[in-house]
Structure formats: C-alpha cells, structure tokens
C-alpha cells in the first residue's frame, strides 16, 4: 500500500504560480509511475502530468503544457507538481496517484492509489 498526502494548495490570482507536493509513505514511489489528476466542480476528473521511475519521460494535458512542470525527488518519496501562469479555469481540486507499473499512463483507472487532494483557485 502507498499513502499519499499531497499539500500546497492555496488561493492564488490569475498569473501566479503555485507548487504542490504529494509525500508518499507505506512504500517507496521509485517503482511507480506518478501523476496528478484534477477535478473542477461539476465536472469529470482529468489528466494533468505524469512522470516515469526515472523522470526522464513527462506526459502533460494540452491545457497546461508549457505551464506546468511534474518533478519527483524518490529519495524524498515526494512528487511535485509546479504551476505557473496559474489561470482562473486551473481552479480545482489537485489529486496525486501512484500507479505501479512501468508504462506511462494518462488514464485514471490505471492508477492504483490516490491522495485525498489539495484544492487550488486562482482568482480572474
């Protein structure tokens, strides 16, 4: 079992940056594949970033490619998730997920563990 805590979340106006963490405990995260999911209200749960074992591979939505940078620190067993340029449509709630295999994924159910979320709004 992996338990993730993720934290950072806050208030923040439109162009600002904000940058999460997810510390993991229960196992090591170096055997998973990492990402960060968000959820706006009202609306479905959707892919943001993931990153490999070896952060050598990053997947990001289109909507925040160039904006976003997922990071992770596995001796910390901690993954980052650095927002910048922060827009009012980037307000929701911030999930951190652990899958355990090796293949890169954007899919929700392929993620085995998930935290209990930060929110994040910025303001217009």
């Known amino acids: 079992q992996v338990q993730l805590v993720e934290s950072g979340g806050g208030l923040v106006q439109a162009g600002g940056s904000l940058r999460l963490s997810c510390a993991a405990s229960g196992r090591t995260i170096s055997s998973y594949v990492m990402g960060w999911f968000r959820q706006a209200p009202g609306k479905e749960r959707e892919f943001v970033a993931s990153i490999n074992l070896g952060a050598s591979i990053r997947y990001y939505a289109d909507n925040v490619k160039g904006r976003f940078t997922i990071s992770r620190d596995n001796a910390k067993n901690t993954v980052y998730l650095q927002m910048n340029s922060l827009k009012p449509e980037d307000t929701a709630v911030y999930y951190c997920?652990?899958?355990?295999?090796?293949?890169?994924?954007?899919?929700?159910?392929?993620?085995?563990?998930w935290g209990q979320g930060t929110q994040v709004t910025v303001s217009s």
């Open positions: 997920a652990a899958k355990p295999r090796v293949t890169m994924s954007r899919t929700i159910n392929e993620y085995d563990y």
